[in-house]
């Protein structure tokens, strides 16, 4: 999976390509998570209103692993055993779902802010119900709410995987689909984001036999769906950020492409886009190696150990300085953010404390 190789014709190489891909998703989430507009890294996220966001590929990329590696190179340990590390990892993020929400709420309500946080839709000071709220998955805090997602998709992932294995990944593929449409009529979160999560996870399960068929095909052949993919990203990006970047921050809106409810349309282009992201940093890994791998491959390696450590430059930016509209002081708020989770990411012995 370390693999320092940049050729593509190993497995572990483009597995690579996803640690670096993930890192850079890690980035994107704390610009946006940070919300200091303008700032010079909306022209890379989008400020987070784009068709599809850092928040689609997150999800993708671990439900891709989830099925690479609990789901294939897995396939001939007993499915108990499995299925013990899938949910004793869903119960760890249960657990650093309701440590992170009660205490973010607790700073919110505590501490004197002078730049702004998310919004708690719970009354200042009413410990009981919000204990209540994150325990029953009712209230997540936006900073980490995907915890509680990942949480929920790691305990069902085992009956996945024995699909999987049963030769019946079709039925997965139908099922994520049906429950997607199921959670857009009900409004049901969870349903509509595992569709993100689980078909990728089937994409995992066959992924050395997509490359070997992908190795098998000609080189103009292969350049074309690279290159295609690549293209479609960047026309389509551009696209959306020339319709995002026209609206003030937090007022565009598109009814094809939704994450509340997540659409079809939303769907589709996260796909596309990882797809095209996964082309274009498997393209460029030697230089990403060569001038990037400093940053995005601890982040990508401890993803979830920098999911969780963002919140606290987050929580002091909100704390001693004020919200701006000055895009040179907002890019080096950002910049500040974004290196210091790594700085904290980076101290030996982190990971005694917080899960990587």
């Not at 009956?159 to 997965?172: D, Q």
């Not at 857009?184 to 569709?195: A, G, K, R, Y």
Request: hydrophobic share 55%.
């Amino acid at each position: 999976m370390n693999s320092d190789k940049g050729s593509e014709k190993t497995p572990s190489a483009r597995i690579l390509a996803l640690d670096y891909l993930r890192g850079f998703f890690i980035i994107v989430i704390i610009v946006d998570h940070l919300w200091r507009w303008p700032n010079l890294f909306q022209f890379v996220s989008g400020r987070g209103e784009l068709w599809a966001s850092a928040a689609e590929g997150f999800v993708i990329i671990s439900g891709l692993l989830v099925g690479y590696i609990r789901g294939y190179k897995n396939r001939n340990k007993p499915l108990g055993e499995v299925s013990k590390k899938l949910a004793g990892r869903g119960v760890m993020l249960y657990v650093w779902m309701i440590i992170t929400s009660l205490a973010l709420v607790g700073a919110s309500w505590l501490l004197d802010f002078k730049g702004s946080m998310a919004h708690v839709p719970i009354p200042e000071g009413n410990w009981w119900e919000l204990i209540v709220s994150t325990l029953s998955v009712s209230y997540v805090h936006t900073l980490t709410h995907f915890l509680y997602l990942y949480a929920i998709f790691l305990v069902i992932a085992p009956g996945v995987i024995w699909l999987m294995r049963k030769g019946k990944s079709w039925i997965v593929a139908v099922l994520s689909m049906a429950l997607w449409g199921v959670g857009v009529l009900n409004s049901i979160e969870w349903m509509q984001w595992q569709v993100l999560f689980f078909l990728p996870t089937i994409a995992g399960f066959y992924f050395e036999s997509i490359l070997a068929w992908y190795r098998g095909l000609t080189q103009k052949r292969r350049d074309i769906i690279r290159f295609g993919s690549i293209g479609t990203l960047v026309v389509t990006v551009l696209l959306a950020m020339n319709e995002v970047l026209a609206h003030m921050p937090g007022d565009y809106e598109n009814t094809l492409f939704s994450r509340d409810p997540i659409t079809f349309g939303t769907l589709v282009t996260a796909f596309a886009w990882f797809i095209g992201l996964l082309s274009l940093f498997q393209l460029l890994l030697p230089l990403l190696k060569k001038y990037l791998g400093w940053l995005l491959l601890p982040f990508g390696e401890r993803s979830l150990t920098a999911y969780i450590l963002h919140t606290i430059p987050l929580v002091a930016c909100a704390m001693f300085l004020s919200v701006s509209d000055n895009f040179v002081v907002n890019t080096i708020i950002s910049l500040g953010c974004i290196l210091t989770t790594w700085a904290i990411v980076k101290i030996p012995g982190i990971n005694r404390v917080i899960p990587r």
